[in-house]
């Protein structure tokens, strides 16, 4: 791939920004240009539940301007990344609006979900801390973003999410909620900590915060407080002191707005938000055990140019792939599922992909579903063991994977619904409302994790798959040992029909 040109666009609830950037062959992106302007999406949305006719010009109005800047570098609007956050997400008049934007301005709007838009915070964050983030990774990390409309969150385990969510916490919201109260003080520390304390509560069954060392804040409130009162000398990120950071917040809460404008010069709308964004920060900071904040200074749309890069070497989709398993791992847990059954279900099936491409014939973000499902197949005895292959689609679905868009966790959970019993049918509009493309791809993955599945039936790891050969219309498992195979051979009579019926092999295990 050669060096090229590329555009991101946010369009967030309280502004529209772009950046522009050469994204190199090696994986690696040099920023060229930056520009954005504030608008009210979010505010409208946040009231009135619908983006404004006055709102849906202003925002047309700055995407034609991005439209002349990048002209100047030989990049059209449909060449463009552009993606839409909270407000957008919840706007009642999405649709139109995305039609409108797109009828006026040639961009093209992806409306990204939650865990997608922690995905690219993700990616942002490891970026600008560099070589640090395996010191980071050593302890236990969270990350958060408190945004107009929503804070998102991300627990990390040493390294590995274990929890990403996004909470209906943010500055516009807030202030909306405030004006009737006239904006007091003693009232919004209250109204924040009450959200707090019981978002807390709830984040300690997935990661005790009393172990959290590492506390990474990424947003333009966070970059204040960090030119403001932060240690400087690195280059991709600032350090503030946990007492810093808290008398920061203490002396903002005593100050007006116009006070904080004229003292800070910074413009009106960031100064009234300030202080709901920083005390936020700092109430989740204090149920912490870390003793500083580390400020990135990158945004959503640095993640977005590190996902269209690829990043170094494969390093960032290799990287991806860990935390979706760590995700997928996580999910599991919280069900009770049996993960020494799961993980050699899915050692397996990995097995089997891997020596069948010829056959199956997808690719690495496939194998990647696969071994997600595999290892989530059984989740579903949680709630009951009869059926439990439903149970688990019904999890899977109403759950989040971390690294991964909605339409591929509904895959997911389509492989797992047919890991058992009957395959595919036309009544069963959760598979039925797939694409065609996607309806192969479950297909051909719960083929592959049946047999896989099959060959620990007893759920005690005794077999190791050594070899596959496909000989006419049979496929031979090879397994090491000299156990008897009389269980698997048993459970393969009743699971590898599907198999067949993709594949055209029937299944031998010797």
Known sequence: MEDRIQAVVEIGSTGTRLLVATVMADGSYSILEGAGKPTSLGRDVFTAGSVSRESMRECIAVLRGFTELLRSYGVSPQETRVVGTSALREAENRDTFVDRIAMRTGFRIDIVEDIEENHYMYLAVQHALGEDAKYFSRSNSLIIEVGGGSTELMLLRRGK???????????????????????????????????????????????????????????????????????????????????????????????????????????????????????????????????????????????????????????????????????????GRRYRFDEDHARKVAESALFLFDRLTDAHGMGARERLLLEAAALLHDVGTFIRTSGHHRHSEYIVLNSEIFGLQRDDVTIIANIVRYHRKSGPLQSHPNYMSLPREDRVVVLKASALLRVADALDRDHTQRLKLSAVEVKEDHLVLRTDGQDDLSLERLSLSEKADMFEDVFGLKVVAT
């Open 161 to 331: 999410i274990v929890g990403a969510h996004s909470l209906r916490l943010g500055t516009l919201r807030i202030d909306e909620h405030m004006r009737p109260q006239a904006g007091s003080s003693a009232y919004l520390m209250r109204y924040l900590s009450d959200n707090v304390r019981t978002t807390c509560d709830t984040l300690e069954d997935e990661l005790s915060l009393g172990t959290v060392k590492s506390f990474i804040v990424i947003g333009s409130d966070a970059r204040f407080a960090a030119q403001v009162a932060g240690i400087p000398g690195r280059a991709d990120y600032h350090v503030i002191p946990k007492a810093d950071f808290l008398a920061l917040v203490d002396r903002l809460r005593s100050m007006a707005p116009e006070a904080v404008v004229a003292e800070y010069r910074i413009p009106y709308a960031e100064a009234e938000a300030l202080v709901p964004g920083l005390a936020i920060t700092g109430l989740f900071l204090e149920r912490t055990g870390a003793e500083e904040l580390v400020v990135p200074s990158v945004s959503i749309r640095e993640g977005l140019l590190i996902a269209i890069a690829g990043g170094k070497g494969g390093e960032i989709e290799e990287e991806i792939r860990g935390q979706v398993l760590a995700s997928a791992l996580n999910l």
